[in-house]
């Protein structure tokens, strides 16, 4: 298994600008959700889905869209990017909605918007 | 509101020596616990979690961590820390029922030889 992938690593984005972060998961998890990390911040969550169709905000949910039309994947989109939006971007999943608190994490994408 | 605190955003210890990382929270109900370790450029990995039952719980890397409900706390601690031990190390918390995991702002650990 592949684990938790995403794409792209890296993306330098210019102000205004909208791109997707790719987000796949091969281990049939129902749960999947987005955070972003900034130094000093933690981890925070931006979206989070608990299957296929169904999907809901979490803390920092402004400026961000999603979709889960499969179970696979969980794409994140920036609409129109702000230097604000600037961080490490990490997707992550886990089983079922009731063991949804552990959760395997993919490698990050890390985000600079001009 | 929920929140998770870690009071200490950077601490270097010696090779051997022994470890803990402070992490309290603040919920009204029985929460569950989670220790997670990011090395640099990596994603996180769960080193252990507390959900009920016993209250000393071990994790994988010879970490273990106490849930203390009279002091909401859930510390990490390692008798003695090895040099691949440097890494970020996060604190997160979720109350029952919720869907979300709110994590703590990490504590960096250096480890000096």
């Known amino acids: 298994n592949a684990g938790v992938t995403q794409t792209p690593k890296f993306q330098v984005l210019k102000t205004g600008q909208s791109m997707t972060l790719q987000c796949a998961q091969d281990?049939?998890?129902?749960?999947m959700s987005w955070y972003r990390q900034d130094p000093g911040m933690g981890l925070r969550l931006i979206h989070y889905s608990v299957g296929a169709g169904i999907t809901d905000q979490g803390e920092v949910p402004n400026g961000y869209n999603v979709s889960r039309s499969t179970t696979e994947d969980f794409p994140l989109r920036l609409l129109s990017a702000a230097p604000s939006q600037t961080s490490v971007y990490f997707c992550?999943?886990?089983?079922?909605?009731?063991?949804?608190?552990?959760?395997?994490f993919g490698p990050g994408t890390r985000l600079t918007v001009t | 509101a929920q929140s998770v605190t870690q009071p200490d955003i950077h601490i270097t210890v010696s090779e051997g020596a022994s470890l803990e990382l402070r992490c309290n929270y603040s919920y009204g109900a029985t929460p569950y616990l989670f220790w997670y370790v990011q090395s640099p450029g990596q994603g996180l990995q769960l080193l252990l979690k507390?959900?009920?039952?016993?209250?000393l719980v071990q994790g994988i890397k010879g970490f273990e961590a106490e849930f203390k409900r009279s002091q909401s706390s859930f510390n990490l601690r390692k008798p003695s820390v090895h040099w691949s031990d440097a890494a970020e190390y996060f604190c997160a918390v979720v109350q029952g029922g919720s869907e979300k995991l709110v994590f703590g702002k990490g504590t960096k650990l250096t480890v000096n030889p």
């Open positions: 507390y959900f009920s039952g016993d209250t």
């Open positions: 992550a999943s886990s089983y079922s909605r009731a063991s949804a608190y552990e959760q395997y």
């Open positions: 281990m049939n998890h129902e749960y």
